[in-house]
Every structure is written in C-alpha cells, then in structure tokens.
C-alpha cells in the first residue's frame, strides 16, 4: 500500500505561483510514475503532468511553459506553478501508479483570484 500526501495549496493572484508537494508513505518500492492530475468544480478529473523514475516528464497542453513537475527522491514528488491563472483553480490531486496500480491522494485546493 502506498498513502500519498499532498500540500501547498492556497490562495493567489493571478500571475502568482505555487508549490505543490506530495509525500509518499507506505511500500514505496516500485513507484515507477507520480503525477499531477486537478478537477475543478463542475468538471471531470484532468491530466496535469507526471514524471518516471527514469525522469521523463509529461504535461498537459494547458499547462506546458508554466506548470514543473520534479521528483527530488523517491518519496517525493512536487509541481511548480508560475503564471497562474483563475483556470488554473482546482484540487490538485497527487497519483501514483505501482505495478499497474494507482494511489491516490485526497487533494490539495489551488484557487486562483482575477
């Protein structure tokens, strides 16, 4: 089992940044992608950006020039975010995926002012 923590959410302007870290506990071994995925009120959960134990990277067009996804150890995974928009608002969930099995964590809230 994998438990998955994420903080750094909050309130900014528009044009602001923010960053999102999420800890991993448990069975760690085998993580082989950590990722980023966010769902704003009204809409399904969205792909944001992940990243392998070998170090490729992935990232939603939307977010492509402003959101960076970095795993500094094993345990952790975070997301730098500049730039900010109100779009951007949302729970931002961290994943993670161990022989073919996701976790997931409980969301952290990014909310994004005009």
């Known amino acids: 089992q994998v438990q998955l923590a994420e903080s750094g959410g909050g309130l900014v302007q528009a044009g602001g940044s923010l960053r999102l870290s999420c800890e991993a506990s448990?069975?760690?071994?085998?993580?082989?992608?950590m990722g980023w995925y966010r769902q704003a009120p009204g809409n399904q959960r969205e792909f944001v950006a992940s990243?392998?134990?070998?170090?490729?990277t992935n990232y939603a067009d939307s977010v492509k020039g402003r959101f960076t996804i970095a795993r500094p150890n094993a345990k952790k995974v975070v997301l730098q975010m500049i730039s900010l928009k109100p779009e951007d608002t949302a729970v931002y969930y961290c994943?993670?995926?161990?022989?073919?099995?996701?976790?997931w964590g409980k969301g952290t809230l990014v909310t994004v002012s005009s």
């Open positions: 994943k993670s995926t161990k022989y073919g099995v996701d976790y």
């Open positions: 448990g069975i760690i071994s085998g993580i082989n992608l």
């Open positions: 990243i392998t134990s070998g170090s490729n």
